[in-house]
C-alpha cells in the first residue's frame, strides 16, 4: 500500500471493460486509493463503427471514446504509455519505456492483436488492420489511392484481399466494396479464410447468408485457404495459390498482444491470461483482466467479441471497487457469459445480416438497429451523457 490505508489501481487500456468501470466509477467514485490509467492514446475507437469509418459513413470522431476525460472524471489521472509486463505478484507494471509503477492492483483490457501478426512473412510490412484506428486510416488512405489511380487509368489494375472470414473481415469486406463503387470503381475483392466456413464464431445460417451476400457484390470467398505470406502485389496460400493484391487487410483471429504473453501470470495454451468468474488472475494475485486480453477459466468457449468485454464491465468494476476498499466481507461478484448474442452485420448496401436466437434476417431494419445500438454505445461515453 503507497500510504496508510491508500491503494493504487492501475488500469491498463481503455478496451471495452475498463470505459465501463471508469463510467460507473465517475458516477460514485471509488473509496479507498487512486486510479491511474495506462494507455496508448488518450482515445479509444470502438471497433463495431469501424466497417461504417472505412466505408465512409462515420466520420473518426463518431467512434471516439475520450479516455483521458472519462479517467478524470472519474477522479483517476489518465498517462498515455504502453505497459510491456505485470509482475507475477501484481504489485509492479513495467512500461515499454522502461519506467516502473508501483501499485497495490492491476486490470488489464489491453485487447488482441490479428493472429500471424508476428509469425506470417511480409503480415506487418505489407498488409493493413483494422486496429489501433491509425491502421484503418491507412486502410482508407489506400483505398483512395487506388481509386485515384482507376480514375486516372480508366480501369483499375489493383486487388484488395482480406485475410479472415470472421465478422469483422466480411464487414470490412463490403465496407471496401462500397466505397469502390460509390466511387464508380471496380476493384477485384478477395476475401480468404482457413476454415470450411465463413463466420465460423456463429450458426451456419449466419455464414451461408453472408456467402450468398458477398457473391452478389462480387467478392470472391476462398476457404479452406490458409494465407502463409503477404508481398506487395500477392497473398501467398499454403497450397501455392497465389491471391493478387495490392491492398492486402489482415483480420485473422485474436492473438495475446506482447504485455499478455510476456508477464508471468497464469495463461491458457494460447497465452492469454487466465482468470476465474471474479475476473482476477487464477494465481490469486492482486491482478484481474477483461476482454480479448484474458480467458475465462470457467468458460472456455467464450469468443472473442466487444460485447462480452462490455459485459465484462460492471463485473470488473464491482469486483475492483471491492478490492480498493478493503471489502473482503461482501459477496465477490461472479461473471455468467450469456451463451448467444445479438450480431447484426452491415453488408454496406443499406441493410445488415442480423442474428437473434439462432434466426437470421437480412433488412434495412437490422442496419437501423445496429446502427442505433453503435452509436447508443459510444454516446454513454461521452460528457453530458
Ligand atoms: C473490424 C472489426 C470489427 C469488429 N466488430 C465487432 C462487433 O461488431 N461486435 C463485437 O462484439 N466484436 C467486434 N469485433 C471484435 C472486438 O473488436 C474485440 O473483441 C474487442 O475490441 C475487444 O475489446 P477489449 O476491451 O478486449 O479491447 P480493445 O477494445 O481492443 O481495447 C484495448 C485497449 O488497450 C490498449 N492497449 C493495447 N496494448 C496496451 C498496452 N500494452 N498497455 C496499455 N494499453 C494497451 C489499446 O490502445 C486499447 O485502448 C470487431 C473486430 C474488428 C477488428
Not at 490509467?37 to 482515445?43: C, L, Q
Not at 487506388?146 to 463490403?174: K, L, N, P, Y
Not at 479452406?224 to 499454403?238: C, G, H, I, R
Not at 464491482?318 to 452491415?346: C, E
Request: aromatic share 6%; glycine share 10%.
Amino acid at each position: 500500500m503507497t500510504a496508510q490505508g491508500h491503494r493504487r489501481l492501475v488500469l491498463l487500456g481503455g478496451g471495452h471493460a475498463h470505459i465501463e468501470v471508469l463510467r460507473l466509477a465517475a458516477r460514485r467514485r471509488f473509496t479507498g486509493g487512486e486510479i491511474l490509467v495506462i494507455s496508448p492514446s488518450a482515445h479509444s475507437h470502438y471497433t463495431g463503427m469501424i466497417p461504417g469509418f472505412v466505408r465512409g459513413a462515420y466520420t473518426e470522431s463518431a467512434l471516439t471514446i475520450d479516455v483521458d476525460w472519462l479517467t478524470r472524471a472519474a477522479g483517476g489521472t489518465f498517462q498515455e504509455g504502453c505497459a510491456a509486463a505485470v509482475a507475477t505478484d501484481g504489485r509492479s507494471v513495467k512500461l515499454e519505456n522502461g519506467d516502473v509503477l508501483e501499485c497495490d492492483l492491476v486490470s488489464a483490457d489491453v485487447g488482441s492483436e490479428p493472429s500471424g501478426l508476428r509469425e506470417v512473412p511480409g503480415l506487418a510490412v505489407h498488409a493493413f488492420t483494422a486496429r489501433p484506428i491509425a491502421r484503418s486510416r491507412a486502410l482508407v488512405a489506400a483505398i483512395e489511392l487506388v481509386i485515384a489511380r482507376a480514375h486516372e487509368r480508366g480501369t483499375s489494375e489493383d486487388a484488395v484481399a482480406i485475410v479472415g472470414g470472421g465478422g469483422g473481415a466480411v464487414e470490412i469486406a463490403f465496407a471496401i466494396r462500397a466505397r469502390a463503387e460509390a466511387a464508380g470503381v471496380s476493384l477485384p475483392l478477395t476475401l480468404i479464410e482457413a476454415k470450411p466456413d465463413l463466420l465460423p464464431e456463429f450458426e451456419s445460417a449466419m455464414g451461408r447468408t453472408a456467402g450468398r451476400v458477398l457473391r452478389n457484390r462480387s467478392i470472391d470467398v476462398l476457404a479452406n485457404a490458409k494465407a502463409t505470406s503477404v508481398t506487395p502485389t500477392e497473398v501467398l496460400l499454403a497450397d501455392g495459390r497465389r491471391v493478387p493484391s495490392t491492398v492486402t487487410v489482415w483480420l485473422g483471429g485474436a492473438a495475446p498482444v506482447a504485455l499478455t504473453r510476456n508477464s508471468g501470470l497464469p495463461k491458457d495454451a494460447l497465452h492469454f491470461w487466465a482468470v476465474d468468474s471474479t475476473l482476477r488472475a487464477i494465481s490469486g494475485a492482486p491482478v484481474w483482466g477483461a476482454g480479448d486480453c484474458v480467458a475465462l477459466r470457467d468458460f472456455p468457449w467464450v469468443p472473442k467479441a466487444g460485447v462480452y468485454a462490455v459485459c465484462e464491465g460492471p463485473v470488473l468494476e464491482a469486483n475492483l471497487r471491492a478490492a480498493m476498499a478493503g471489502d473482503t466481507h461482501r459477496g465477490l461478484t461472479l461473471y455468467h457469459p450469456q451463451s448467444s448474442y445479438l450480431s447484426i452485420l452491415d453488408t454496406a448496401d443499406g441493410r445488415a445480416i442480423m442474428r437473434w436466437k439462432g434466426h437470421v434476417f437480412r433488412g434495412r431494419a437490422a442496419l437501423w438497429l445496429k446502427s442505433y445500438i453503435d452509436s447508443r454505445f459510444v454516446d454513454r461515453y461521452r460528457q453530458g451523457s
